[in-house]
């Protein structure tokens, strides 16, 4: 009888209804393997927690989340936060920092019955999270972006040996498991960023060594930009810096249909976080339309993980459940939501996932 405690942290606008179908849908599939109990916790983050404490971020969440297995991370709204008040901070980078979760895992997979620009899409971009352009990621203090004079800004990229090490050894596992091509594709641009995506592409080669069963190729950023959209079937698992992979994981859900089909997890050598790529869509929040599959799959992903990693095969068991029970939802046009050309309401469609899993 294993016991898991996964967080709840819904986060802002369109968090506050695609993270409780996404747990409502975990708990079906859980419900099916009585050996694993999952100790639900809610947690305070984001904008709702700033008018209840006055802390988009309060110290005692940061507390309660490293004695977790895992957590749902929703949206995060940052852009409406009051500009002035230091309290009111983006929580997520700082996170994926204080839990050193290095590795940004986001699939981009292809459904025959949702419109979209590709078929037979079914690819991993593994985005480094921690360090990059990303001025809020990359200094143990101050900002990494200054303005010396009013007209002139200079920001900062930071990649270290660690952090593109970690991310090469999460990219070539992947490819292991992945009953796909074996092949991981490092995306860079050394011939201009001699010295940092020089360092990174030498450490995904050095990594590569100890992965004789997967083949290893390079790309630079703009040829990949140009082929995902042209040929995004030749590629399997793909692994990058922090912001080419912020740009390129958007533009690789934009080919399958949009930010509602895009899921990932954030992990580290001890944590790991279900986050969706998407934002906390203001302009959809509170109509009951926010498509719920990338939350519910984030979720899916972060099972899986704890699975494999704790060895436990009931738990995996449970997040195959999970996988399946959103394919054959994602079969059905008439159970999706609009932004995937259905009708159903966000609740709806996740309902639809609980009772397929049920009939599983
Ligand atoms: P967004 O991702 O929230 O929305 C972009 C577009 O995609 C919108 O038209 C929205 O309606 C649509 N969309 C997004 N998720 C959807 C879903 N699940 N179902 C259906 N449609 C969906 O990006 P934005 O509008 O640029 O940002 C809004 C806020 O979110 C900002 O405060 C931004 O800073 C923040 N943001 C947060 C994260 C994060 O928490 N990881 C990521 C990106 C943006």
């Not at 988009?56 to 500009?83: N, V």
């Not at 809020?136 to 007209?151: A, Y």
């Not at 930009?225 to 040929?231: D, E, T």
């Not at 939802?329 to 932004?339: R, Y």
Request: glycine fraction near 8%; aromatic fraction near 6%; hydrophobic fraction near 40%.
């Amino acid at each position: 009888m294993a016991t898991y405690r996964v967080g709840i942290l819904k986060g802002d606008d369109i968090g506050l209804e695609v993270v409780p179908v996404a747990v409502d849908v975990l708990k079906a599939a859980v419900r099916r393997h009585p050996e694993i109990t999952i100790d639900w916790i809610d947690l305070p983050i984001g904008y709702p927690s700033y008018i209840d404490c006055g802390e988009t971020l309060p110290e005692s969440t940061l507390e309660a989340l490293g004695g977790l297995d895992g957590w749902f991370l929703g949206p995060i709204g940052h852009m409406a936060y009051p500009r002035d008040d230091p309290k009111a901070i983006n929580p997520h980078p700082i996170l994926r920092r204080q839990f050193d979760m290095v590795s940004n895992v986001r699939p981009t997979i292809s459904y025959p019955s949702v419109p979209s620009v590709h078929q037979d899409v079914d690819l991993v971009i593994i985005r480094e999270n921690n360090e990059g352009f990303q001025p809020d990621r990359n200094m143990f203090k101050g900002q990494s972006e200054f303005m010396p004079t009013p007209d002139m800004a200079l920001s900062m990229r930071v990649i270290t040996r660690r952090n593109s090490s970690f991310v090469a050894h999460t990219a070539f596992k992947m490819a292991q498991q992945r009953d796909k091509q074996k092949r991981v594709t490092a995306i860079h641009k050394n011939t201009v960023f001699k010295l940092g995506c020089g360092l990174f592409v030498d450490v995904c080669r050095e990594v590569a060594q100890e992965y004789p069963d997967i083949t290893f190729d390079t790309m630079v950023v703009d040829t990949f930009a140009m082929n995902l959209v042209r040929k995004p079937q030749v590629f399997d698992v793909v692994v990058t810096t922090n912001m080419f992979g912020d740009i390129l994981t958007d533009e690789a859900a934009g080919i399958v249909g949009g930010l509602g089909l895009a899921p990932g997890i954030c992990v580290g050598p001890k944590y790991v976080m279900a986050q969706a790529t998407h934002g906390s869509a203001p302009d959809i929040a509170g109509r009951g339309i926010a498509n719920p599959y990338a939350m519910i799959m984030s979720g899916q992903m972060m099972l899986e993980w704890i699975g494999k990693t704790r060895d436990d095969a009931e738990l995996a068991a449970a997040a195959d459940k999970v996988a399946r029970g959103v394919k054959a939802v994602m079969a059905d046009p008439a159970k999706v939501t609009p932004d995937l050309g259905g009708k159903n309401t966000t609740e709806g469609m996740g309902q639809a996932v609980c009772r397929a899993i049920e009939n599983l």
